[in-house]
């Protein structure tokens, strides 16, 4: 179940001509809703654990709650008539983004946005009355973390690691292969696991480790149909998110799902390349509570719409990894003491058990990296200071 786009509006034939339909004079476009006990429901994005009437019966049962009992990237719209009121649940991440713009009478709420729209807040419930034209916060805080960093070993935050790779997984799926450590981990579970799939890398940069991206090409052979873009196909234009996109598309036309894992900085390292390092810096404290949630904890909106709003105009869709509740909660259960050996500890110890290098990355051009000047390359990964922050990147 994978449905990209939307638009929920009252204005007449509010996106009919594209296939929507109306029912109680709110018109929907993109996608059928679910009508069961008078309500109207869409899910936007993909749920892991089930369908649509999975979420329906999820919400019978445990009312504003069942959003705790899904497991997906998604966002959950519930249009009730009888009450005049629309209500929406995004993911902790609000992957699955819901832009509202409203006036005298008449709103909107889509994935594609406007000059004038504002976004909805990760994690949380939101309910529109269409009589009053009034949106308002409902719950700012769905899912509750469990910051009490109370396990001692990488075991269960590897298995929610390769269990958020599998349930991702679609045949048509192609992996956005960096070379780094994210992408390196996330192939090579897939070949354990005889998945097949492409892999895409853009060598225009000229800053990814060529012995790691060998090692992990070799170890993931015949699993892996390995695309190397050393120069864009012709009539692609300048290196971007997009014209990466429409250059898979001239190797791959029919691929559906963009793989790329680059949640893990933002999540796991609070922004790679703000960075200080290992040998410099120790931040992950006995309480977390001091620093939950830093700074990017919850990402880039603006990053974060770009990315989807350039793959929904190439009929691609996005998914992150490390964008996965289950996994995000069990590297919030690692202590502070295992955390601070070195960052990307999991990804670190994932390539090692398996003989693959890792990775580093050109910091500057013509030196050998050292602490004082940072020239040259670097290990992959490193650590920004924490910060505490409150309605950063929110909209609404």
Known sequence: MRNNSFTITNLPNGGCHRGGVEFDGVYFNGHQPTHK??????VVGEIYNGDELF???????????????????????????????????????????????AGDFIYSFSTWPTKTSKSLKWNSHYQ???????????????????????????????????????????????LAFSGGMDSSCVALCLAENEKTFHSAHLSLVKIEDENTISEVVEYTKPYNNFIRFDELPEGVGTPNSETFYKAIHKVVPHFEILCMPGAADPLLDNDVYKGKFLDEFQ?????????????????????????????LRQNAYIMDTFRDRNLVQEWLNVTHTLKNKESKIMQREYLRKRHISIPTVIAGIGHQWDNEHGWGRRPAGGWAPLMKVHEIYSDI
């Open 55 to 101: 979420c329906v019966s999820m919400y019978e049962e445990y009312g504003n709650d069942f959003v705790n009992h899904l497991d997906g990237e998604f966002l959950v719209i519930i249009y009730d008539p009888s009450n005049q009121t629309i209500d929406f649940f995004t993911d902790p991440w609000a992957t699955r983004q819901a832009h509202y713009t």
């Open 128 to 174: 529109y009355s269409i009589g009053d034209n009034q949106l308002r916060l409902v719950n700012g805080e769905i899912y509750k973390w469990d910051l009490r960093q109370y396990k001692n070993t990488l075991e269960d935050m590897t298995i929610a690691f390769e269990e958020a790779v599998l349930k991702r997984y679609h045949d048509n799926m192609v």
């Open 283 to 311: 931040i992950w404290p006995e309480d977390l509570t001091t620093i939950f949630p830093w700074t990017l904890f919850y990402g880039s909106r603006r990053v974060m719409n770009a990315r989807e709003h350039q793959s």
């Open 37 to 42: 006990h008078g309500k109207y429901f869409i």
